[in-house]
T-cell receptor, first 115, second 116 residues
Framework: GAVVSQHPSWVICKSGTSVKIECRSLDFQATTMFWYRQFPKQSLMLMATSNEGSKATYEQGVEKDKFLINHASLTLSTLTVTSAHPEDSSFYIC???????????FGPGTRLTVT | AQSVTQLGSHVSVSEGALVLLRCNYSSSVPPYLFWYVQYPNQGLQLLLKYTSAATLVKGINGFEAEFKKSETSFHLTKPSAHMSDAAEYFCAVSGGGGGATNKLIFGTGTLLAVQP
């Protein structure tokens, strides 16, 4: 139980285009979903917290107009990287919170490469 | 505010040897603490968690961790390392009392290498 999926698992796009990443909780309803970014050999950096039906809360230094987050349902959150640039290349990981279990469940990650 | 410090970005042990990965935390509220493992190009898998119950927590794959309030530590141990334990390990603290809707603060990670 408590499985989180991400799609796509990897994507290559050209500079200036937009990319959408989906995060789904497959067997539970997630009150809250989180989006993280991880650079090679580094820790996870929280980008934003999203609650179903409301605007995402972005961490300091994260551009909300560049990283658009939509949490339309209790099982789906999307992250759209707009006008992507090579410096946006990274590993993006989502997690979903299950309140009763006091923990977050992580997706497998999406490797984004911007050329 | 919460923070986590992991001492040692790289740890190398021999197969069969004790594994000890260190984690110290800082928290203004009673912390909820977690250890996650990450294999290359994968997401994070929960190893174990401390949520204010028993201070010695047992997790998956033979790992355990002990919450020591006096030392503000939550070190991860395993009596005998296996080759499959080679991975990146992250310690994390949950803010605001530990609910899953609260964000996790991660340490910088420790890369564990297991030598044959």
């Amino acid at each position: 139980g408590a499985v989180v999926s991400q799609h796509p698992s990897w994507v290559i796009c050209k500079s200036g285009t937009s990319v959408k990443i989906e995060c789904r909780s497959l067997d539970f309803q997630a009150t809250t979903m989180f989006w993280y970014r991880q650079f090679p050999k580094q820790s996870l950096m929280l980008m934003a917290t999203s609650n179903e039906g409301s605007k995402a809360t972005y961490e300091q230094g994260v551009e909300k107009d560049k990283f658009l987050i939509n949490h339309a349902s209790l099982t789906l959150s999307t992250l759209t990287v707009t006008s992507a640039h090579p410096e946006d290349s990274s590993f993006y990981i989502c997690s979903a919170g299950l309140a009763a279990a006091y923990e977050q469940y992580f997706g497998p990650g999406t490797r984004l490469t911007v050329t | 505010a919460q923070s986590v410090t992991q001492l040692g970005s790289h740890v190398s042990v021999s197969e069969g040897a004790l594994v000890l990965l260190r984690c110290n935390y800082s928290s203004s509220v009673p912390p909820y603490l977690f250890w996650y493992v990450q294999y290359p190009n994968q997401g994070l898998q929960l190893l174990l968690k401390y949520t204010s119950a028993a201070t010695l927590v047992k997790g998956i794959n033979g790992f355990e961790a002990e919450f020591k309030k006096s030392e503000t530590s939550f070190h991860l141990t395993k009596p005998s390392a296996h080759m499959s334990d080679a991975a990146e390990y992250f310690c994390a603290v949950s803010g605001g009392g530990g609910g899953a809707t609260n964000k996790l603060i991660f340490g910088t990670g420790t890369l564990l290498a297991v030598q044959p």
